[in-house]
């Protein structure tokens, strides 16, 4: 098994884990891949409540258990977040509670807010244009409800996702229980961390804070619809796989975890998951690494999908606190 399947970060996450945002209900290629995923050395898990991937999640790992591929569910470290319209301070233990129904276990190791937004209770799908579709966000009361979450046993730790220095700042000046982690999912944008979008003044807070930062789909999405090329196309990046005679892929990964963060890489193919494990025993040059600092900066996906004159955040500017 490749180290970094279970090598942890200081706050317990795997520094590398296996994303399940899909397109569309699929949840037996998503059983079988994350089965596989198990047998190939994966343990960190990655599902949200809006991804619909949960229970085909806890199927996996229950016949991994069976089959003994895994002694047992703590072998295994399983990510969740609560969705924008449960982000209601009443909703936000049932929906965990929902959660754990769907993976058929006793807690996840994670659990998180999946975006400073709140949206009408029950409105999962997109496009959220409408007046009625938003309703503040009560940070104070939807993070107390995910500090129950927590004192229950029920998540044996909580984080945020897509948080700005300033969100992140203001979550501080009244949690009793700060988040463990901040993911930067690229589902819609969630926290996007990569060579072309690479973080710097947020991973510096997150490091002073102890905030593990946590980097989904860090290749960029390459082909899908929601993602960009602009990652993988990177000629900075081909020209320094190519001299270390290792994929862009890898490249890319490698600079991620040398930054200190975790990620979460999303390939249901075999070779694929075997080459997202293979970034150990071999590191970036101090002038590779320079040169990675150099390229230009842009930030692929923005949330637009949450900026809307009828909700909390009118502008990109809001939403991000001017952080892009």
């Known amino acids: 098994m490749s180290a970094t399947g279970t090598e942890r970060a200081p706050c317990g996450l795997p520094r590398i884990g296996l994303g399940t945002a899909v397109q569309g209900p699929r949840p037996d ?143 501080l000046s009244f949690a009793t229980i700060p988040p463990a982690v901040n993911q930067f999912t690229f589902w819609e944008m969630q926290v996007e961390i990569n060579p072309v979008w690479q973080q710097r003044k947020l991973r510096q807070f997150c490091r002073e804070k102890g905030i593990q930062l946590c980097a989904y789909s860090p290749l960029g999405a390459k082909g899908t619809h929601w993602g960009s090329d602009s990652v993988m196309d990177s000629g900075v990046i081909h020209e320094i796989a190519k001299s270390k005679g290792k994929t862009v892929a890898q490249v890319c990964l490698r600079w991620v975890y040398e930054q200190g963060d975790c990620l979460i890489v999303k390939s249901f193919d075999e070779a694929r998951m075997k080459e997202n494990l293979d970034i150990v025993g071999w590191e970036l040059t101090e002038e590779e690494r320079q040169r990675i600092s150099k390229i230009p900066q842009r930030k692929i996906n923005q949330g637009r999908r949450y900026v809307s004159e009828h909700g909390p955040y009118k502008s990109l500017e809001e939403l991000w606190d001017g952080e892009i």
């Open 29 to 171: 290629p998503v059983r079988a891949a994350v089965l596989r995923a198990i047998q190939v050395g994966y343990r960190h898990f990655d599902t949200a409540a809006h991804y619909a991937t949960e229970a085909p999640i806890g199927e996996a790992a229950a016949e991994a258990v069976r089959a003994g591929v895994v002694d047992s569910r703590g072998d295994l470290f399983i990510t969740s977040k609560v969705w924008c319209a449960d982000n209601h301070p009443d909703r936000v233990l049932p929906a965990l509670r929902k959660t754990l129904s769907n993976l058929q276990m006793e807690y996840v190791d994670l659990y998180m807010v999946h975006w400073p937004v709140t949206m009408k209770a029950g409105r999962f799908t997109a496009p959220f244009t409408a007046p009625e579709d938003f309703e503040p966000f009560d940070m104070r009361g939807v993070w107390e409800a995910m500090e129950e979450c927590h004192r229950l046993g029920l998540a044996k730790s909580i984080g945020v996702c897509n948080f700005s220095c300033k969100k992140l700042e203001t979550l």
